[in-house]
T-cell receptor, first 112, second 114 residues
Framework: KNQVEQSPQSLIILEGKNCTLQ??????????LRWYKQDTGRGPVSLTI?????NTKSNGRYTATLDADTKQSSLHITASQLSDSASYIC???????????FGKGTTLSVSS | EAGVAQSPRYKIIEKRQSVAFWCNPI?????LYWYQQILGQGPKLLIQ????????DSQLPKDRFSAERLKGVDSTLKIQPAKLEDSAVYLC????????????FGDGTRLSIL
């Protein structure tokens, strides 16, 4: 069964600290993996999209990594800010034309 | 560019009533999606349109949910009759095409069923 599992479920860090969120998937065949940020009461916003051949992709203070062999991805946030408080959702796309498979998200809280 | 517009932002109805949501995608985006997001979970695809044709509606509860995208631009999602378990946020997203194209989401309609 195609699944996307994220950990931890929630995380609290101090402003300025780094953190890493994990995503494991069992989707096969694999097309691409996406990370989205969803602020409370808002729709998800795309952070990165990585295809099979890409190992890492950055978007400002966000860096995503992908290991297609172990079917694992991580999202690293550097020098966290209060505005980083949100839910981060890992999304995997299978073969072209199939629906995206969403994880349940990791809720990040950054405190001052 | 203008984002995906959805209305209303909030809706409260009683069970067995009907409700409709509206979505205006980003101009030029051929692909439109409706998702249901229950609190604490990731979005679940209800239906995907390519222009005005349905690509995937396998998870749409067709006995009570319907959606249309007349003229391949705006779309409406309807629930009739609503059940308590339909309480969720209904997100609309659009993309230029399928495959690796990023999906742009609206802020959703939060539906509460009493």
């Amino acid at each position: 069964k195609n699944q996307v599992e994220q950990s931890p479920q929630s995380l609290i860090i101090l402003e300025g600290k780094n953190c890493t969120l994990q995503c494991n998937y069992t989707v096969s065949p694999f097309s691409n993996l996406r990370w989205y940020k969803q602020d409370t009461g808002r729709g998800p916003v795309s952070l990165t999209i990585m295809t099979f051949s890409e190992n890492t992709k950055s978007n400002g203070r966000y860096t995503a990594t992908l290991d297609a062999d172990t079917k694992q991805s991580s999202l690293h946030i550097t020098a966290s800010q209060l505005s980083d408080s949100a839910s981060y959702i890992c999304v995997v796309s299978g073969q072209a034309g199939t629906a995206l498979i969403f994880g349940k998200g990791t809720t990040l809280s950054v405190s001052s | 560019e203008a984002g995906v517009a959805q209305s209303p932002r909030y809706k409260i109805i009683e069970k067995r009533q009907s409700v409709a949501f509206w979505c205006n995608p980003i101009s030029g985006h051929a692909t439109l999606y409706w998702y249901q997001q229950i609190l604490g979970q990731g979005p679940k695809l209800l239906i995907q349109f390519q222009n005005n044709g349905v690509v995937d509606d396998s998870q749409l509860p067709k006995d009570r949910f319907s959606a249309e995208r007349l003229k391949g631009v705006d779309s409406t999602l309807k629930i009739q009759p609503a059940k308590l378990e339909d309480s969720a946020v209904y997100l609309c997203a659009s993309s230029l095409g399928q495959g690796s194209q990023p999906q742009h989401f609206g802020d959703g309609t939060r539906l509460s069923i009493l």
